[in-house]
């Protein structure tokens, strides 16, 4: 935020029980449902005395159901993590005959399937030839950085990059990723994304768009 649009103002807010709570139920529950729209409606009533809450950016890829449950329920901007950095994808392979190739380098392998998945659905909404996606895990980077490692999480991300094929455009496509951006630009030839600069590319297009006189 402060690089792409310092103008804003940017708060968080942080429930990291969900996370361990989805572990331990293996399931989006309805309660969790219902903790997601108490979570949005709570963000949205936010004010600094300027106005109310422009638009809300949540960070976790893997709450995809609920927070489109949010989107349908408030009347400002809503994202998710990925959208924005999967719509620039989408876009640079958007001329493709064959739908292109896009790379989708994750720290955590569960993700691979449904974020493919997501890939997919919004090339389908977007009325475009689905992209190949080539997806690959940099082992045992997100356990570094658990552990405070950060130079071995960042050097992990670096080589498995390194062994991506070529590919028309790459995500790396969890936030905590972007710490090894530039050094995965610096190896690689084809434009490289991260999920939280996409997305505030996004919220603020969004937000501007929403803003704007018709």
């Excluded at 994750?106 to 689905?130: C, D, H, V, W, Y």
Aim: hydrophobic share 45%; charged share 25%; net charge negative.
């Amino acid at each position: 935020m402060r690089e792409l649009w310092p103008e804003a103002r940017c708060n968080n807010l942080l429930d990291d029980s969900l996370a361990s709570d989805l572990a331990a139920l293996g399931e989006l529950t309805p309660e969790i449902f219902e903790r997601f729209l108490a979570l949005g409606r709570y963000a949205a009533q936010a004010s600094d005395g300027r106005g109310p809450t422009a638009g809300i950016l949540f960070t976790c890829s893997a709450f995809g159901p609920a927070i489109d449950r949010v989107k349908a329920d408030l009347g400002i901007p809503v994202l998710a993590p990925n959208e924005g950095a999967f719509d620039e994808a989408l876009e640079i392979c958007r001329l493709a005959a064959d739908g292109g190739r896009i790379g989708l380098l994750l720290t955590f392998s569960g993700s691979l399937a449904p974020l493919s998945a997501e890939m997919q659905a919004i090339a389908a909404a977007r009325g475009q030839r689905p992209p190949d996606v080539i997806g690959g895990v940099a082992e045992g980077a997100l356990a570094a950085l658990q552990e405070g490692d950060a130079a071995s999480h960042d050097r992990l991300i670096v080589e498995a990059a390194r062994q991506m094929p070529p590919v028309d455009v790459l995500v790396l496509g969890q936030f905590s990723m972007m710490r090894s951006a530039a050094a995965v630009r610096a190896m690689r030839r084809e434009p490289v994304l991260t999920t939280p600069q996409s997305a505030v590319r996004k919220l603020r297009r969004l937000v501007d768009a929403r803003r704007s006189p018709a």
